[in-house]
């Protein structure tokens, strides 16, 4: 295990402990993403990434963390690491939603169904892996529907229509900006 290696899972276990130092875990994670971006290391700089992007999700840096997120999937997309991918959708879509939610209460209804998309992509991935992430997707993607006003059947059907869906096809389905 190289030292950029060692630097991103203390830099992950220093932000995951409730006790830990996040200064300290965000520049773990950025040295050694500095590292594996030197050695091309697409598999680490995907891990760095996402651990970034966790700590700025944490902090309530919505639009860093879901920038982190998608230089993630960009990585993951680029490995075919569909797990990689069903996470970092995942995480982008709690991001996403976080960031459609407005001080008043009031939800930006546009990030809501961006959200949703981005969860649904997720579940379904989950689904493909034997995940057991799965379950916290379908009820994200539930709690979502409803607010949205989808009628309860239109997370199954939607499923049912992601099955028939290639990788390329889901993504630019969940991820339409950036296609």
Same mark, same amino acid.
């Given at each position: 295990?190289?030292?950029?290696?060692?630097?991103?899972?203390?830099?992950?276990?220093?932000?995951?402990?409730?006790?830990?130092?996040?200064?300290?875990?965000?520049?773990?994670?950025?040295?050694?993403?500095?590292?594996?971006?030197?050695?091309?290391?697409?598999?680490?700089?995907?891990?760095?990434?996402?651990?970034? #992007?966790?700590?700025?999700?944490?902090? #309530?840096?919505?639009?860093?963390?879901?920038?982190?997120?998608?230089?993630?999937?960009?990585?993951?997309?680029?490995?075919?690491?569909?797990?990689?991918?069903?996470?970092?959708?995942?995480?982008?879509?709690?991001?996403?939603?976080?960031?459609?939610?407005?001080?008043?209460?009031?939800?930006?209804?546009?990030?809501?169904?961006?959200?949703?998309?981005?969860?649904?992509?997720?579940?379904?991935?989950?689904?493909?892996?034997?995940?057991?992430?799965?379950?916290?997707?379908?009820?994200?993607?539930?709690?979502?529907?409803?607010?949205?006003?989808?009628?309860?059947?239109?997370?199954?059907?939607?499923?049912?229509?992601?099955?028939?869906?290639?990788?390329?096809?889901?993504?630019?389905?969940?991820?339409?900006?950036?296609?």
């Amino acid at each position: 295990m190289s030292i950029a290696h060692v630097r991103t899972n203390l830099g992950g276990l220093e932000y995951q402990d409730a006790a830990g130092d996040r200064a300290q875990a965000g520049h773990h994670l950025r040295a050694a993403l500095e590292v594996l971006r030197a050695r091309g290391d697409a598999r680490g700089i995907a891990a760095a990434l996402n651990n970034l #992007g966790a700590l700025a999700f944490e902090a #309530g840096h919505m639009d860093e963390a879901s920038e982190r997120y998608g230089e993630a999937l960009s990585f993951q997309r680029e490995l075919c690491d569909i797990s990689g991918i069903a996470n970092s959708l995942f995480n982008l879509g709690e991001a996403v939603e976080l960031k459609g939610q407005q001080g008043d209460g009031q939800r930006d209804k546009e990030q809501t169904r961006h959200a949703y998309r981005l969860l649904a992509a997720a579940e379904h991935l989950f689904d493909e892996v034997g995940s057991p992430y799965k379950s916290f997707a379908r009820e994200f993607c539930a709690r979502i529907a409803a607010d949205l006003g989808y009628a309860s059947t239109a997370l199954d059907a939607l499923q049912r229509n992601l099955r028939q869906k290639p990788l390329d096809d889901l993504l630019a389905w969940a991820l339409p900006e950036n296609s």
